[in-house]
């Protein structure tokens, strides 16, 4: 994988119903704009996405926009972002904003999630028995 590779193909996707059941139970997420970013770390070395958008946030051709849009801007950013972790993202109805914007609200989601899971792995382990 090249550091600046932009395509999109399966492996930079989440699609099963187990990966999104399994990321959403782990209960570490961060929310910026109408997006609420789930993640879990995984051991590919790399980010993978998957989207959630309801009936609540528009009609077929709204959610269908703004899921194309996410992509986009996970394709374009991903190599700023930290790598290593699984995300859902759960759309919150709102207009469709553009790339960037998106790009501006999963960057500080994948930020905070990173934040939270490194407070989690620093935490010294309680041994009583």
Known sequence: MKPHDRSFGPEWR????????AI???RVR??????LVYGLPNALGRL???ISVGRRV???VIRNRIKRRIRESFRLHRSRWPAG???LVVVRPHEPAAVEAYAESLGRSIEGIEKT????ESKPTDTRD
């Not at 989440?14 to 059941?21: K, L, P």
């Not at 961060?30 to 997006?35: A, D, I, K, V």
């Not at 899971?117 to 989690?120: D, N, S, T, V």
């Open 58 to 60: 528009g009609n077929a």
């Open 85 to 87: 972790y699984d995300l």
């Open 14 to 21: 989440i699609r099963s119903r187990r990966d999104f059941a």
């Open 48 to 50: 993978r996405i998957g």
């Open 24 to 26: 959403h139970g782990a």
């Open 30 to 35: 961060s929310e910026s704009g109408p997006l």
């Open 117 to 120: 899971w490194r407070r989690r």
